[in-house]
Every structure is written in C-alpha cells, then in structure tokens.
C-alpha cells in the first residue's frame, strides 16, 4: 500500500474545506427538530468568509498544541489547554471546564455532574487526529480517546469521537462507505448507543427508505430531549417531543451517516440531507462534509460551493487575546490549516514507521486489505474511560475510580484500583506509598512492593475512608519508585466531596 503525498494533501484540504461548507449551511438550523427543506446556502451576506462555528475551533487549538508541545499528547496535557483557551460555559464544554478548574483529571472532567456526557462536542473535533493519522485508525482513535474524554468522560460522546476518528482515518485509502463503516464499528462497544444507533441507519439503508424514513426511525428509536424550543409540530405527533436531556450523539451520527448513504458522490446532496435531517445541524453538515473531502479530495468539491465562504478561518469559542497577536498563531485559511496539518503528520507517520504512506510515487492501493484497519486493542481505548491514565518512562498507571465516580461520603469505604503496566524490557520491584492527610485511611496499606515482569499488568485494589470529609476537593498523592533507579513516579489522586449527593 502506498499514499503520494500530494494525494494526501488533497484529501486534506478536501476534509476542511468540506468542514468549512457544512458548518456554515447547517448553523441557521443548529438545535431545531423539524425537517428542514434546503439546496443551498440561506445566508445572504455570508460575503466570502464562513460563518464562526465551534465545529472547528477546538481542533486549531490542538494544532496548536502539538506544534507547542510536540505528538505525546496526553489527556492531562490538553485539559490545561482547555482551560486557557476555551471559553464556553453551556453543556458538556462547560461542565468538562469547571471540573478541570475544580481540579479534576480527565476523564473524571468529563464524567463527573455532566449529563451532557452524551452530547455531541467531541466527535465534530475527530478530523484533526484522522488527518495527523491517515491510514492508521488505531493511531487516530488513540489521540481521540485522550480528547474526548476531557468533556465527555465515560460517556457516548467519547464512543462517537473514535468511531468518526477511525472512520475518517481508515477512508485516505477506503472510498466505500459501507466498508468504512464496518472498520469504525469495530473500534466501540458494540452495545453502545452510537453503534446501535449506526445499525439502525445500516438496517433502514438496506430496507430502502427514503432518507426522511431513516430519520424518523433513528430518531423514533435513539433520540435526546431538546434542552430549549420545541419540535415542530409533525415530530411532535410523532412523539419526539420525549427523550432524555443531553442524550444526543448517537441520533446525529446516525443522521450524520445518512446524509452520506443517500447523498452519495453528489455533494450538495450530502450538505442539504444532513440540514434537512435536522437536530445539530451544524454538526451533522459539517462532519458529513470533511468525510466525503477525505474520501473523493478537495478537487471534488463543487467549486458553488467554495465561493460564498471562501476559504478563510472563523472561529467563535477560543480566547484569541492569548493565541499570537489577537489569535494570528491560528491558522487563517483551509490552506494554511492543511499545510500544517500535514507538517504534524509526517512526524506521525514517521514514528510509527509508515513512511509508505508519504510517498513521491503514484498512489498505490492494490494491496490493501481492509481487514488490517480493524481496531485490534479496544481495551487501551475503553482503558482512558476508566480513570486518569499517566505514562511514565517505562511504566503506565492508571487509576479506576469505579462505580460513583470519585465520590466520597463521611465513613463510606470506597474501591478504588491501580493498574500499573511495566512497559520496559526489564523486571522491577516498585515501592508504593501513599501520601495522603491524616483524615484518609487506606487498605490494606499505606506502603508495599509490587513486583512486575517485563509487560505485564497489575491491578492493586484499595478500599479508601474519611470519617468528616469536609473539603470540597480532597487531594492524595501515590508514589511508585524503584530502589535501585532514579525513578519516582508520582500519581495523584482526588476525592470530591459527596456528602450533598442522593444516595
């Protein structure tokens, strides 16, 4: 298999200028559950720029990031991003800030108070981690985990950004829908509500309904409540004024999917279908739009199109008095961001010893096999979901937090489990000691050793109480060093206070 670069680059520029697009024909009708009757923009004085849309934003920053701070993103690393650059309070944005504020890691941020878990904030931030990573779905999905989970936890959120991810990833070099589609499904459980609520778009496609049938349907089975307005009045007489607040990714990739099955390879169709489904709009258009620039390039796309929006850069939820002089550090066109982009994914490809997909030869897809791009280690993806991870050197440690999130009550013993991977070539006897106020008592032990072989996993269970706890944070810290070595690792650990919580 190879990729020529300028091939690549096309792809590229086609998944932005098709984010771009459908951003702004899906904005007027952003959060309206009605069906839509649209061809083309309804903006009159767009006057060539697009229009300001978050669909985007949070992906410039991450480019940021990465040209700051190099490719080992970490959860950690981007929460701290979060908090200086993005500036919303609604929905799962803003309840993902506080919690980081509060001092909570990912993915606690994202779990913890949020009922918008299951919204739709993460996966329009897939493509940015999908281009870095063309052709390398695990790779992509692995870098959508560690952002989703900052605002979306455990959550549908975070199932529908590595779905999109890999999906996005895997088409550089799969053109069929349907194939890429399977490849994606792979990379989530497949009892979540994104993949039951794809199955549902698969099911319809195949029974040949018409795409106002497959929306109804998607929405009959997998809807959320609108948080403001009201449906129209012929969705409410089909009942779809009901559903629970904040429960709204897996309907709008659904819907997202059906603009791409019955619009096909005419653009125009895809934009208006996914606008005409209705629900995020903005969202559903705009992702519709940057998967069939990957899949058909930016030459593709209709230039009518192009022209009303031009090819500039709005953005609306990032703090640009910190991001150059008034934001300059952004990227100011499509062209400039997929030039960029592609700087980040040369180093990508080259630490993970894919070279052959930034080729000077010819494109070459003869021997692909679409089965290689399945996701073959879902556990270290649901593994972030879990708990803060932390990579050390030559140790992983995650820390689980279990059912209750992080929780804790006056004179409630709560679990609480380590997971500490040793990821070098070497034995190791590790010291674990625990710091931590006098108020916590923790069992079995402050302080033990924990031997571990090279690549092998252990889980050290402990049960954690607090007679008063009366901190609205409660902070510990478990330090893990090796005798011999100059190595200390320091984990740390949080308790919210739960006292105030229903039991």
């Not at 640009?320 to 980040?344: A, I, K, S």
């Amino acid at each position: 298999m190879r990729l020529n670069r300028d091939d690549y680059r096309n792809k590229v520029l086609g998944c932005w200028l098709g984010k771009n697009i459908g951003g702004t024909v899906g904005a007027p009708f952003e959060w309206k559950r009605q069906v839509n009757d649209i061809s083309f923009y309804v903006q009159t004085d767009l006057n060539g720029r697009p229009m300001p849309n978050d669909d985007l934003d949070i992906q410039l920053l991450w480019l940021c990031a990465m040209e700051e701070r190099g490719l080992d993103v970490t959860s950690q690393r981007l929460a701290e991003y979060w908090c200086l650059y993005v500036t919303p309070h609604w929905a799962e944005y803003g309840n993902g800030k506080i919690n980081m504020k509060h001092g909570l890691l990912p993915p606690l941020s994202g779990s913890t108070n949020n009922p918008y878990k299951h919204s739709c904030g993460a996966y329009i931030r897939s493509e940015i981690w999908a281009c870095i990573a063309p052709a390398l779905p695990q790779v992509a999905a692995s870098f959508a985990v560690r952002d989703a989970v900052l605002d979306h936890g455990d959550g549908e959120g975070t199932h529908a950004e590595v779905f999109m991810a890999a999906l996005e990833s895997a088409a550089f070099v799969v053109s069929d829908l349907r194939v890429l589609i399977d490849i994606a499904l792979t990379y989530v459980p497949a009892d979540c509500g994104v993949a039951a609520a794809v199955r549902t778009t698969l099911e319809c496609r195949d029974a040949g309904k018409t795409w106002l049938e497959a929306r109804d349907e998607v929405l009959r089975r997998h809807r959320g409540r609108l948080a403001w307005g009201r449906p129209s009045p012929r969705d409410c007489e089909l009942g779809f004024d009901t559903g629970e607040i904040g429960y709204d990714v897996p309907s709008n990739i659904a819907l997202t999917l059906v603009a791409l099955l019955w619009g096909g390879d005419d653009f125009g169709a895809v934009m208006c279908t996914a606008v005409n489904c209705g629900e995020d709009t903005d969202c559903t258009a705009a992702t519709a739009g940057s998967i069939w620039g990957i899949i058909h390039g930016a030459q593709a796309v209709p230039q009518k199109w192009i022209d009303p929006i031009g090819r500039g850069i709005a953005t609306v939820v990032l703090n640009l008095g910190e991001l150059g002089f008034f934001g300059n550090q952004l990227p100011q066109t499509v062209d400039e961001l997929t030039d960029r982009t592609r700087n980040l994914a040369r180093q990508v490809l080259m630490r993970h010893h894919a070279e052959h997909l930034w080729s000077d030869q010819p494109t070459d897809l003869s021997g692909l096999d679409p089965a290689g791009l399945r996701c073959y280690d879902r556990a270290s993806l649901e593994a972030h979901m879990q708990g803060p991870t932390f990579a050390f050197d030559f140790f992983t440690v995650r820390v689980h937090y279990g059912q209750g999130g992080p929780a804790l009550r006056n004179g409630q013993s709560r679990p609480l489990t380590v997971v500490v991977q040793n990821t070098s070539k070497f034995q190791a006897i590790l010291n674990l000691r625990w710091y931590a106020g006098d108020s916590l008592r923790i069992a079995p032990a402050r302080q033990g050793t924990l031997t571990l072989t090279p690549g092998a996993s252990t889980a050290v269970m402990f049960q954690v109480v607090c007679d008063d706890v009366r901190d609205s944070l409660t902070r510990a810290v478990l330090e893990l060093a090796i005798d011999s070595r100059p190595t200390t690792m320091l984990v740390p650990v949080m308790f919210t206070n739960g006292n105030l919580l229903p039991e």
